[in-house]
C-alpha cells in the first residue's frame, strides 16, 4: 500500500470517528500540513465546513456555532504559531463549557527540534485549559490503528460534550506528500459507543430547604428552555429568581413578577434585613451584577447555600456552598415541582414590591428616550424580532444590558463570551452565532477593534448580522470603577485609551452597510429593518455618560426606598 493511501485510509477513519461521535460542522483554516485532511472533510457531504482564513477568529466562530447548537464542532489548522492563535477562544471555551474539538496538524517527529520550518512543539499546546490532550500516530493502515485512530476522534470527541462540555485537542503528525487519495473509501471499522444515563426522580434529599424563605441566582448561558423551567419553580416556590442578561429569564416566553431583571439597582440603593434569605439555590456562575454579589458576600452565616450543577464545576467563588447537587436543570426542576409550594407569600409580594417600583423608575428614566449608548442598548434588546438572537460583549455592553432590560417573552436568545470575559473575538463570535439566524451584536469600540479580522468573515459568508457599535472612543467601563479617581494623565494614557479612529473607513474596508443613526427614531428603524447581510450601526457616545445616567438613577431610587 502507498503512502498516499496509508495516509488517506487513516484520516478517514479519522473522520469516520468524529462523525460517529456527534461532528456535524468544521471550521477550517488553510495551510499546508492540515491539506490532506481539509480536503477529505471538505468533501465529506455530512459535514458542513466553513473556511476561516485568520486561526485567532476561526476559533471565536466556531465557538459561537458551538454555543448556538450546543454540540461540538471541529477546528482545524496547520502547524506552528497557526495553533497558537486558538488558544483565547478555547480559553473562552474552557470557561464557558462550549465543546470545540481542537485538530492540529503537525511535522512527525523525526522533523521537530531539528530546525525544520514551521515546526514548534505542539505537545499539551493548551495545557490545562483543555479537558484533555491526544498526540495520535504518524499514520498506518493496519485494521488496529484504523480502530485506534477512529476511537480516539470519537473518544476525545466525547469527552468534549460530556459535563462540564469544554474543548479537548489532538494533534496529528503527517509526512509529505500531502495530497490524499480521492478514490479511497471509508475502512470498514464500525464502533458503539452507549452513554451512561443519570436520572433523578425525587426531591426528598433536599425539600426541607425548598420550604423555607429562599432566592434562585442564575448565572451563565441557559437554553430558554432552561430559563422557562427555572421561572417556573421560583414561582411555584414563591422565590425571587436574579440572573444577567445571558440566563435569557427575560426571553423565555413568559413574564414573571418573581423574576428580579433589575437587581443591579435594588441592590445599588440598598436593601433592609428583612431582605435576607434563608435558602440561597444557585445554578452556575455569579450573575454579572457586582452588587449582588456584594450583597450575598454579606448574607448571614446561617444561610444555607445549594448548588446545582451537571458538571459538577461547582464555582462557587463566595466559598458558601453547604448543599452540592449534581443534577441537570430540567431533572432537578421537574424534581422539585413536586413539592414545591409558596410557604410565605409575604416574602413573595415584599420581592414583587421592589422589582415593580425599580422596574417603573427604569421605564420613566428620560434618557432613555434619547439617542446614546444606555438607549441604543435599550433598544437594541427590545426591538429584537420573535427567535432574533442577540450578542452582547463584555465590559459596559453587557452590564448596560443587565441594568436596564425588560421583559422579552418572544424567545430572542441572549449570548455572550463571560467565561473569562474577554473582549476579544466578539465580532468572530457573533458571526458564529449569526449563521442560524438573524442576529443583533451589541459592541463598544475596543472589543470592535480587537477583532476587526471578525469582519471579513461576516461579509464572506453574508450573515445577517447588525452591530450596533458603541464608541465612546475608549475603554468606557472605568469610567464605572475606582481608576476614575486618577489624574486625568494617567486615565487616559493607562485606561481610557482613546483609539480616535474613523470605523466608517473600517466598514468601507470590509464593504459592509454602514450608518450613525441622528436620534432615537432614526436607531429604532434601522433595528426594524431586515438585513440579509452584515451591516454596522455606529452610535456615537459620550465617555461619562452611561456612569452620570447610572450614579443619578441609583440615588433617585434609594429616594423612593427609603420614604417607605
Same mark, same amino acid.
Given at each position: ?247 435569557? $429569564?427575560?426571553?423565555?416566553?413568559? /413574564? %414573571?413578577? &418573581? *423574576?428580579?431583571? +433589575?437587581?443591579? !439597582?435594588?441592590? =445599588? #440603593? ?97 434618557? $432613555?428616550?434619547?439617542?446614546?449608548? /444606555? %438607549?441604543? &442598548? *435599550?433598544?437594541? +434588546?427590545?426591538? !429584537?424580532?420573535? =427567535? #432574533? ?117 473600517? #466598514? ?57
Amino acid at each position: 500500500m502507498t503512502h498516499q493511501e496509508t495516509m488517506t485510509d487513516y484520516i478517514l477513519s479519522l473522520i469516520e470517528g468524529f462523525t460517529a461521535a456527534g461532528i456535524k460542522k468544521a471550521v477550517i483554516s488553510p495551510g499546508s500540513r492540515s491539506t490532506p485532511v481539509a480536503l477529505l472533510l471538505h468533501r465529506d457531504p455530512r459535514i458542513d465546513t466553513q473556511i476561516a482564513i485568520d486561526e485567532r477568529s476561526a476559533a471565536f466562530f466556531a465557538l459561537g456555532q458551538a454555543k448556538v447548537d450546543l454540540e461540538p464542532v471541529l477546528l482545524v489548522c496547520t502547524s506552528g504559531t497557526a495553533a497558537a492563535n486558538y488558544y483565547p477562544a478555547i480559553c473562552e471555551a474552557k470557561a464557558s463549557q462550549v465543546p470545540l474539538v481542537v485538530l492540529t496538524t503537525d511535522r512527525p517527529p523525526e522533523l521537530r527540534d531539528v530546525g525544520a520550518p514551521q515546526a514548534m512543539n505542539q505537545q499539551d499546546l493548551y495545557g490545562k485549559q483543555v479537558k484533555g490532550f491526544t498526540e495520535l500516530s504518524v499514520p498506518e493502515s493496519t485494521p488496529n490503528m484504523l480502530r485506534y485512530v477512529q476511537f480516539q476522534a470519537s473518544q476525545q470527541t466525547r469527552l468534549a460534550i460530556a459535563a462540564p462540555k469544554g474543548p479537548v485537542h489532538i494533534n496529528i503528525p503527517l509526512r509529505e506528500p500531502l495530497l490524499p487519495d480521492f478514490s479511497r473509501q471509508v475502512p470498514s471499522v464500525v464502533q458503539h459507543m452507549i452513554e451512561p444515563k443519570i436520572d433523578v426522580t425525587d426531591a426528598k434529599e433536599w425539600s426541607t430547604y425548598l420550604a423555607k424563605k429562599g432566592m434562585i441566582v442564575v448565572g451563565e448561558e441557559r437554553t430558554l428552555q432552561e430559563a422557562l423551567q427555572l421561572l417556573r419553580l421560583a414561582e411555584a416556590l414563591g422565590w425571587p429568581i436574579i440572573g444577567d442578561p445571558l440566563t435569557n $429569564l427575560a426571553n423565555a416566553g413568559k /413574564t %414573571s413578577s &418573581v *423574576y428580579i431583571r +433589575h437587581a443591579d !439597582l435594588i441592590f =445599588s #440603593a440598598g436593601v433592609s434585613a428583612e431582605f435576607q434569605p434563608e435558602v440561597v439555590l444557585r445554578f452556575g456562575r455569579l450573575p454579572v451584577t457586582k452588587s449582588v454579589m456584594q450583597w450575598l458576600m454579606n448574607l448571614p452565616l446561617s444561610t444555607e447555600w445549594l448548588f446545582v450543577d451537571e458538571g459538577q464545576q461547582w464555582h462557587d467563588q463566595l466559598q458558601c456552598a453547604t448543599v452540592f447537587l449534581p443534577y441537570r436543570v430540567s431533572d432537578f426542576v421537574q424534581a422539585s415541582l413536586s413539592t414545591a409550594t409558596v410557604s410565605d407569600t409575604k416574602w413573595t409580594t415584599m420581592w414583587e414590591t421592589r422589582q415593580a417600583q425599580a422596574a417603573t423608575m427604569v421605564e420613566e428614566t428620560a434618557e $432613555l428616550q434619547e439617542l446614546n449608548e /444606555t %438607549s441604543a &442598548v *435599550y433598544a437594541a +434588546h427590545q426591538r !429584537l424580532a420573535n =427567535s #432574533a438572537q442577540l450578542f452582547v460583549s463584555n465590559s459596559n455592553a453587557i452590564r448596560l444590558l443587565d441594568r436596564y432590560i425588560q421583559n422579552k417573552p418572544n424567545e430572542a436568545k441572549v449570548f455572550g463570551n463571560r467565561g473569562v470575559n474577554g473582549i476579544d473575538g466578539i465580532t468572530s463570535t457573533a458571526v458564529g452565532v449569526a449563521m442560524e439566524n438573524p442576529t443583533t451584536l451589541i459592541t463598544g469600540d475596543l472589543a470592535f477593534f480587537h477583532d476587526m479580522n471578525g469582519l471579513q468573515l461576516a461579509t464572506s459568508l453574508q450573515v445577517p448580522l447588525t452591530i450596533v457599535l458603541l464608541n465612546n472612543n475608549g475603554g468606557g467601563i472605568f469610567s464605572f470603577l475606582s481608576q476614575r479617581t486618577l489624574e486625568k494623565t494617567d486615565f487616559d494614557s493607562l485606561f481610557a485609551t482613546p483609539t480616535d479612529l474613523e470605523f466608517e473607513q473600517v #466598514a468601507k474596508l470590509y464593504q459592509i452597510p454602514y450608518h450613525v443613526p441622528s436620534d432615537l427614531d432614526e436607531l429604532n428603524e434601522l433595528l426594524d429593518q431586515q438585513s440579509s447581510g452584515p451591516r454596522i450601526i455606529e452610535v456615537k457616545g459620550q465617555f461619562a455618560e452611561p456612569v452620570t445616567l447610572w450614579e443619578t438613577l441609583v440615588a433617585s431610587f434609594k429616594a423612593v426606598v427609603a420614604n417607605e
